[in-house]
Nanobody, 118 residues
Framework: QVQLVESGGGLVQAGGSLGLSCAVS????????VGWFRQAPGKRREFVAR????????YYAESVKGRFTISRDNVKNTVYLQMNSLKPEDTAVYYC???????????WGQGTQVTVSS
């Protein structure tokens, strides 16, 4: 079973930066992609970014394109999300998820809180 542990959340002022990490354990050879999602209070969970585990290709939500960067270190089995130019509307619990196919995210982390103050 794949386990994902997020870290790096916290409180930051608008315009600031924050980096998140997602440590992936077990069955990493089976992972097709890893993604970041977020859920703000009272809102549905939304996609933020994803990365192909082996090839490294990336895809972003329009709302974060140009501000967030997803990357991975296959040696450390860790996926990162660098968030720059943060806005109050980026406030949410951020989750990472691992998928074994092109269409699924099968395992999820416990989430880490990101709060952006205005």
């Amino acid at each position: 079973q794949v386990q994902l542990v997020e870290s790096g959340g916290g409180l930051v002022q608008a315009g600031g930066s924050l980096g998140l990490s997602c440590a992936v354990s077990e069955r990493t050879f089976s992972i097709y992609r890893v993604g970041w999602f977020r859920q703000a209070p009272g809102k549905r969970r939304e996609f933020v970014a994803r990365i192909h585990w082996s090839g490294g290709s990336t895809y972003y939500a329009e709302s974060v394109k140009g501000r967030f960067t997803i990357s991975r270190d296959n040696v450390k089995n860790t996926v990162y999300l660098q968030m720059n130019s943060l806005k109050p509307e980026d406030t949410a619990v951020y989750y990472c998820a691992a998928g074994f196919t092109i269409t699924t995210f099968d395992y999820w982390g416990q989430g880490t809180q990101v709060t952006v103050s205005s």
